[in-house]
């Protein structure tokens, strides 16, 4: 069964809103920390960098994510959204509205 303009719609509206919000994270995510001059604060300055370690793993999750809805987004523009990658059976509307960014249908998901 297709997806129904009203479904597809309201789909490619929560893409664009996760989409939206997503990147509003990552400019909050791009703060550089300011590693210290203190040269005694050896601990300080290792919290510091563990800190900015866990911004760069953040920023990634956050653009991988991104990415994906952009990829979405990019397949309903061409009419291929909702089909799997995978086997190219549709993707049901429940998986769709649970993950619409969602590459591969329920039973290609189980199998992985």
Do not use: H, W
């Amino acid at each position: 069964m297709a997806i129904s303009e009203k479904d597809l719609q309201n789909l490619k509206e929560s893409l664009e809103k996760e989409a939206g919000e997503l990147e509003a994270r990552l400019k909050e995510e791009k703060v550089e920390p300011e590693f210290g001059d203190d040269v005694d604060g050896f601990d300080e300055e290792t919290d510091e960098a563990s800190e900015y370690s866990n911004k760069l793993g953040l920023q990634q999750n956050i653009k991988e994510e991104l990415e994906n809805i952009e990829r979405a987004l990019d397949k309903m523009d061409k009419g291929i959204y909702g089909k799997c990658e995978s086997c190219g059976k549709e993707i049901s509307l429940d998986v769709l509205k649970v993950d619409p960014e969602s590459r591969l249908c329920r039973d290609c998901k189980l199998k992985k």
